[in-house]
């Protein structure tokens, strides 16, 4: 049988030695008006509360962080984060980044908050959904420091110190993950060829990774006509970078819309213009972000195939690339 991932285009661009850089594509805390500054803080607290709450405990006990959980107001934390760019002017990459905060793994891990604060389920279920929960709320953290260069400089220091990130750690949290991308709740499952191969090289090049993944995830969770989200790691280029690959099954009037609109532009969909219900934001950070990984700008990156997408036999395939860590530099 035919390996469809196989089969796509293959990537065409020169790996870039500088490599994605942590101040590539960051803006500041001032960038947002008072109101929104307030919703960043709001989000980013419960987020990284959570985490720390559970990577203190002695091993890894879920009684502080269920407390936090207890004691927040989700309801309301949701409702200030629905409203996130309320204040704050029309700057793309700003605009672009209360995208990525909105969506990222939001939507993901305020599912699962109410789900573990929930009485009927089962106990032995609870401690592998709040196991899900603290891979989400650590990768929020991480992107939203990432992206916002003077939102937490202590813990972002370390974030920009030389330390290569395993796919395995991309495999650990993801596969069989619940995962509620917004408007669908699906089920994850990976396959592995890249075995321990490192594609970041320090945990904000990661979090650029998580960014663009999230992205890939929230898309191919709400059109998933199956309840389940397929994502495949694999070499290309003789291993010099690693490809991610998201898959959906599409409805067929998701499938007939996207061959509607993609037959004379079929990279339509990284344009903001162009989207079914969605802000039409989230594809064109994309580009912009991989590109930056490469030295390209986003359209040279579509170009080059280093980020694209395909609908083949009613499926879709959105994937990117990425230097493997041992290509290039640290600094």
């Known amino acids: 049988m035919t390996d469809p991932i196989a089969a796509l285009p293959a990537p065409t661009a020169p790996v870039s030695e500088r490599r994605y850089q942590p101040d590539d594509l960051t803006v500041s805390l001032d960038d947002f008006g008072e109101a929104d500054r307030r919703r ?57 980044i209360i995208h990525d905060i909105r969506g990222g793994t939001t939507s993901a891990f305020m599912s699962l908050a109410e789900l573990l604060l929930d009485q009927e389920v089962p106990e032995e279920r609870q401690l592998a959904y709040l196991q899900q929960l603290i891979w989400l709320v650590r990768d929020e953290a991480k992107v939203m420091r990432g992206l916002i260069a003077d939102l937490d400089p202590e813990m972002r220091e370390p974030d920009t110190e030389h330390e290569p990130h395993s796919v395995r750690d991309l495999v650990v949290k993801w596969n069989g993950m619940r995962y509620d991308g917004g408007d669908a709740t699906v089920s994850l499952s990976v396959r592995n060829d890249l075995g321990d191969t490192a594609l970041a090289n320090r945990c904000l090049e990661a979090s650029a990774i998580d960014r663009v993944s999230y992205n890939f995830l929230n898309n191919a969770a709400r059109f998933s006509a199956s309840g389940g989200v397929e994502i495949d790691l694999r070499p290309v280029q003789d291993r010099e970078m690693g490809r991610i690959t998201v898959v959906n099954d599409l409805p067929e009037d998701e499938t007939a819309w996207l061959e509607e609109r993609l037959s004379s532009d079929p990279m339509a969909l990284f344009r903001p213009d162009v989207t079914r219900g969605g802000t039409g934001i989230g594809l064109g950070a994309c580009a912009e972000v991989v590109g930056a990984a490469f030295e390209l700008t986003p359209d040279q990156a579509i170009r080059e195939r280093v980020i694209g997408y395909e609908v083949v036999d009613g499926r879709f395939f959105a994937w990117f690339c990425w230097p493997t860590a041992d290509v290039g530099t640290a600094a």
Request: charged letters at 40%.
């Open 40 to 96: 960043v803080r709001a989000v980013y607290d419960f987020a990284q509360g959570i985490y720390l709450d559970w990577l203190e405990s002695d091993d890894r006990d879920p009684g502080a962080a269920m407390a936090r959980l207890r004691a927040t107001d989700l309801r309301a934390l949701r409702a200030e984060t629905d409203r996130l760019g309320d204040d704050t002017s029309d700057d793309s990459r700003v605009r672009a």
